[in-house]
């Protein structure tokens, strides 16, 4: 089982705003980061670090975290935006990566 | 133009071997982690294995520990996975992915298909 746990469906009204989270004891220390990925693509790094975008990812992207939770929040939800996201960050052990099971965005 | 490209998948038997490459381009690949990412039809992501910049430091999912290998060649500017034993359970899409040491995987390739089936 994974050791980042996400909602696996998360919906959101055109131009509202969402938050998409993430938990894990892991991330009381280590940074999460969120991938967008839609179908037949390859995912996309949309957040990582504390808040940081990629170039060319919009500012109504943007990522929080608290305890053992990361948010992911878009301010704001377009049309584009519907896709799956999944928060990546390291396990218990600080050597291996692990990503959450995924939360499919639906923007209505 | 930073880029990976994934190469090698197909299908296989169950208990066979592929090995899949990934060629990079556009950076200076010898300075990164790398690292190979799979995604079962219909499934989540999950990390398989990441190396570190000479090779020395690898890290294996558990669940193709001792199956699976990952090796690179800076020399040409290239990643590799050896797939052995291959089971079912491994039929996924395979990505390359450049790993920000723990940060975060900043550049994917398109990844490869693998299938094990009879």
């Known amino acids: 089982s994974s050791e980042l746990t996400q909602d696996p469906a998360v919906s959101v009204a055109l131009g509202q705003t969402v938050r998409i989270t993430c938990q894990g004891d892991s991330l009381r220390t280590y940074y999460a980061s969120w991938y967008q990925q839609k179908p037949g693509q390859a995912p996309v790094l949309v957040i990582y670090g504390k808040t940081n975008r990629p170039s060319g990812i919009p500012d109504r992207f943007s990522g929080s975290s608290s305890g053992n939770t990361a948010s992911l929040t878009i301010t704001g939800a377009q049309a584009e935006d519907e896709a799956d996201y999944y928060c990546n960050s390291r396990d218990s052990s600080g050597n291996h990566r692990v990503f959450g099971g995924g939360t499919k965005l639906t923007v209505l | 133009e930073v880029q990976l490209v994934e190469s090698g998948g197909g299908l296989v038997q169950p208990g066979g071997s592929l090995r899949l490459s990934c060629a990079a381009s556009?950076?200076?690949?010898?300075?990164?982690?790398m690292s190979w990412v799979r995604q079962a039809p219909g499934k989540g992501l999950e990390w398989v294995a990441n190396i570190n910049q000479d090779g020395s430091e690898k890290y294996y999912v558990d669940s193709v520990k001792g199956r699976f290998i990952i090796s690179r060649d800076n020399a040409k500017n290239s990643l590799y996975l050896q797939m052995n034993s291959l089971r079912a359970e491994d039929t996924a899409v395979y990505y390359c992915a450049r790993d920000l040491t723990g940060i975060a995987f900043d550049i994917w390739g398109q990844g490869t298909m693998v299938t094990v089936s009879s």
């Open positions: 556009g950076f200076t690949f010898s300075v990164y982690w």
